[in-house]
């Protein structure tokens, strides 16, 4: 018969965790995922943007090509196609291609147009961002940015930053 000493015995009955280190465990976890998820959320937000700048650059794009036919650049009415309308319009939808965002022209003229990109649905949370915008004037292309509107008045209109160069 083998006799066992007590680190032997003991040492057979302790396998697995304490509760004590699964709540710690547990904790950690916890902090972890306090810290890390709102980051997370916050860069998901920032590459849904991209939507934004997706969609007006087509808009862009498409007033191009509209001025060069045309003597001036489509007016809000022409962003989305009519049935029976002439001319027909740009062809592009009111929505960004995953819906983050509604496009709309304003100001426009011969020689420039508005084009700005509201966020919808669950990407007005993202308040820095909520209104990206193009302003075409003179030949001049101007990028802007702000919480509830661009204010096109000042030197740099980009005030949340949203447009990464």
């Not at 939507?51 to 650049?73: K, P, T």
């Not at 022409?78 to 291609?97: C, D, K, M, Y």
């Amino acid at each position: 018969m083998h006799l066992r000493t007590p680190l032997q015995a003991n040492a057979r009955r302790r396998q697995g965790f304490t509760l004590i280190e699964i709540m710690i465990a547990v904790v950690i976890v916890a902090i972890l995922a306090a810290i890390a998820l709102p980051s997370f959320i916050d860069s998901v937000r920032k590459s849904r943007r991209s939507d934004a700048f997706a969609a007006l650059s087509a808009v862009q794009q498409a007033q191009e090509r509209w001025r060069a036919n045309m003597a001036l650049y489509a007016t809000n009415a022409q962003l989305t196609v009519a049935t029976n309308a002439v001319p027909p319009g740009l062809g592009l939808s009111e929505t960004s291609s995953s819906s983050y965002y509604t496009i709309a022209l304003s100001d426009t003229s011969a020689t420039g147009y508005t084009v700005t990109g509201t966020a919808s649905g669950s990407q007005t949370a993202d308040t820095a961002c909520a209104v990206i915008g193009v302003r075409m004037t003179g030949g001049n292309i101007r990028r802007g940015s702000g919480a509830g509107a661009i204010n096109w008045a000042v030197t740099s209109p980009d005030a949340g930053n949203c447009w990464a160069k």
